[in-house]
Every structure is written in C-alpha cells, then in structure tokens.
C-alpha cells in the first residue's frame, strides 16, 4: 500500500498529462536502508523518478505534527520530544507539508526538488 497506491496514482497521473507531482515521503527516505518503512519510501521516490516527471517534489518531514483521528502515543511522544530537537527531526505541521506542496506545484519547477523536512516551512512561504 505505500509503495504501489502511490505509484499507481502517479503513473495514472502522468499518462492522462500532468506535468508535476508531489509525494510525502519520509525522513532518511533510501531505497538502500535497513529500515523497512525508509527503504520502501526510497525505493518509491526511485520509481517516481524513473518516470520522468517534468516536475517532480520529494517532501521529506520528520514526525508529521497535527490531529489525528486514530490513537498514535509514541508518535504524539515523539512530537513533544522532538520539538526541542535540531531543526532537521522537528516535526513539521500537516499544513505546512500541504502548503510547501501546493507553492511548489504551482512553480512547477523541473526536474526533481527535494524538500527536507527543516526546508518545508520556508517552503510552505
């Protein structure tokens, strides 16, 4: 489900003539970790670069801050304790991820930009 919904939606996307995408992905995102959920979001940005999207954005957030519907307590724990962190492994708002990628969709930048998780909020504008 990470990896083929996302790629599918992208494939769909690019056939029928968009020009740009972004994807939420993840912080140490590398087709090469040994983590699992990293190495499954690297090897999909790896995909959706194969592509050849004219305009491709790679969001990289660290914890995801905001409300969620269902209960995550290590997630909130690491929300709370990492706000004190570096700015590289601060969490980053949901709504500041939702607006770095619509600024960006509508610059279309080409080739592939890669925001990292401390680069998203001055993204965002």
């Known amino acids: 489900m990470d990896f083929e919904y996302p790629r599918h939606l992208a494939e769909l996307a690019l056939r029928n003539g968009a020009r ?12 090469k ?3 699992f959920y990293s190495r499954v979001k690297g090897e ?7 592509m050849n999207w004219p305009s491709l954005c790679i969001l990289r957030p660290s914890v995801i801050a905001g409300d969620r519907q269902e209960s995550r307590p290590l997630e909130r724990l690491s929300e709370l304790l990492l706000r004190f ?7 980053v708002v949901a ?8 600024a960006t969709a509508q610059r279309e930048p080409r080739g592939v930009t890669i ?4 680069e998203i909020p001055r993204a965002a504008g």
Do not use: K, N, Q, W
Request: net charge positive; no cysteine.
């Open 20 to 31: 740009h995408f972004s994807l939420v992905s993840a912080l140490g995102a590398s087709s």
């Open 33 to 35: 970790s040994g983590v």
């Open 44 to 50: 999909l940005e790896d995909a959706l670069r194969a």
């Open 85 to 91: 962190g570096p700015a590289t492994y601060r969490p």
């Open 95 to 102: 709504g500041r991820i939702a607006a770095a990628m619509v």
């Open 115 to 118: 925001l990292e998780s401390r």
